[in-house]
């Protein structure tokens, strides 16, 4: 692949997950050199109580290609995504979980197709979860085409690109795991174009999941209600 000339900002929320960073980090790093040479990587340490923030902070080294940004309290994957984005310098914006349950170099197969979207997302392919958890994410799917008339596979499949544009244009309002469905509905309403790609899900090896909690269940299902009334006037 030739390399881009235009700019991508690599964006990680992370909570307590000490165990991945490392690798994630180094990965990326690795895999941006050979697509742009204009890249950046953003680390968002959302209020972790492990070592997580030490371990972003020690790639300081990578001078202007890296930002670590640190939540003192735990606000919610949602706020560590628009902290990210607020941050974002460049004229491409990529998000990525930081569980390494992606491969960073399949990044390829939403570059491909970002010339002619303002949005390309993944749907992971297989996904390599728990049953409860990929019947939870078909049920809260289900929901959102219902609700908000989102026509997406996998809309909480963290790999996805978007033009700068989109966020100039968006006001991102949930904190929690109603973010991309936030984003994603408030961009279709506008007329962003959007196009899906599938991508490989891998197991979770280390660290543990978050999202299944009832906090997080029932955050989620309070700002659905809201985005639902907001979106009414959207435009």
């Not at 908000?148 to 963290?158: P, Q, S, V």
């Amino acid at each position: 692949m030739s390399k881009r000339r235009e700019g991508l900002s690599i964006i990680f929320p992370a909570y307590n997950e000490e165990a991945n960073l490392e690798a994630v980090i180094k990965r990326t790093a690795d895999v941006m050199s050979e697509v742009t040479d204009d890249w950046e990587i953003i680390v968002v340490d959302d209020g972790s109580t492990d070592g997580t923030a030490e371990i972003i902070d020690s790639f300081r080294t990578l001078g202007e290609r890296f930002k670590a940004i640190h939540h003192p309290m735990n606000r919610g994957y949602g706020a560590a995504l628009k902290s990210g984005i607020i941050n974002a310098k460049k004229d491409l914006i990529f998000f990525c979980d930081s569980d390494l349950q992606f491969d960073i170099r399949e990044i390829d197969k939403l570059l491909d197709w970002i010339d002619a979207y303002d949005i390309v997302i993944g749907y992971r392919a297989k996904r390599q979860d728990p049953y409860y958890r990929r019947l939870n994410a078909f049920g809260w799917n289900m929901l959102m085409r219902f609700v908000l008339g989102l026509k997406i596979r996998d809309i909480d499949c963290a790999f996805k690109i978007f033009r700068r544009e989109v966020f100039d244009r968006i006001n991102i309002e949930a904190v929690g795991a109603m973010v991309n469905a936030d984003i994603l509905a408030k961009a279709l309403k506008l007329k962003f174009t959007l196009k899906e790609v599938p991508v490989t899900h891998y197991p979770r090896l280390k660290g543990k999941q978050t999202g299944a909690k009832l906090r997080v269940i029932l955050k989620a299902f309070g700002e659905l209600i809201t985005l639902s009334r907001k979106l009414k006037l959207y435009q």
